[in-house]
């Protein structure tokens, strides 16, 4: 388990876990001031690291989901219980975290631990983050990326898995549609972040083609 500082304000803690597959999972920290934002959650196993590393940064402030799949919102009952603390996502992805029904391409319903108890990311809300937040939709409908401005990092959950130097779509069984998904990578060169960072994966230095080689490669 490691946790790296990627940029001025931002923080990535890794750990590697079985999730059906080993895989890695990055969870990230935005500091902002005295406060402390935390990024997805992992599972719930690594919970009590995730608040270590959440109060060593800082005060935390509150917990921003990408989406509601197992191995980003596993960990958020302890962790809100612990820290006392909001949890947001997207409008969109509330009632598969609520367990209202199931995402399109699975069978059985989510249980995620914290039904009824993440709230949608209103443009109310984003105006107090120090992000900048994007419906990036595709993986599940109501997926998200979060963009730290003044350092330039793009926080990519799902969007897309990575290595040093490419792009590679998501875990197809997973994904909603994967055309949706790889469409919505396009976000990338209308924000041209000097730094991808994705869930699984390595952190990426954009470049003009990155994009345009991933849609031509997957699409």
């Known amino acids: 388990m490691e946790l790296v500082q990627i940029s001025e304000h931002v923080y990535r803690l890794t750990y590697e876990t079985v999730v059906g597959i080993p895989i890695k999972i990055n969870t990230w920290y935005v500091v902002d001031g005295g406060g402390v934002y935390l990024i997805d959650t992992g599972m719930e196993d690594y919970a009590d ?5 959440a109060k060593f940064l800082g005060a935390p402030k509150s917990i921003l989901l990408t989406h509601g799949h197992l191995d980003h919102i596993d960990g958020a009952k302890y962790l809100k219980n612990n820290l006392n603390i909001p949890i947001y996502a997207h409008e969109a992805e509330i009632p598969f975290i609520n367990g209202e029904k199931p995402y399109p391409n699975k069978a059985e319903k989510e249980i995620t631990g914290v039904k009824h108890q993440v709230e949608g990311l209103s443009d109310n809300i984003i105006k107090t983050l120090p992000l900048d937040v994007y419906l ?3 993986h599940t409908p109501g997926h998200v990326i979060y963009h730290h401005k003044s350092d330039n990092v793009l926080l990519t959950g799902d969007l897309f898995f990575s290595n040093a130097e490419s792009l590679h779509p998501p875990i197809r069984k997973f994904t909603v549609s994967m055309g949706e998904n790889i469409n919505s990578g396009r976000i990338i060169d209308e924000i041209k972040p000097s730094i991808i960072s994705s869930s699984h994966g390595e952190d990426v230095k954009y470049n003009n083609d ?8 997957y699409e």
């Open 210 to 217: 990155l994009y345009s080689v991933y849609k031509f490669i």
């Open 49 to 53: 690291t995730q608040l270590n590393a």
């Open 136 to 138: 990036t939709p595709g």
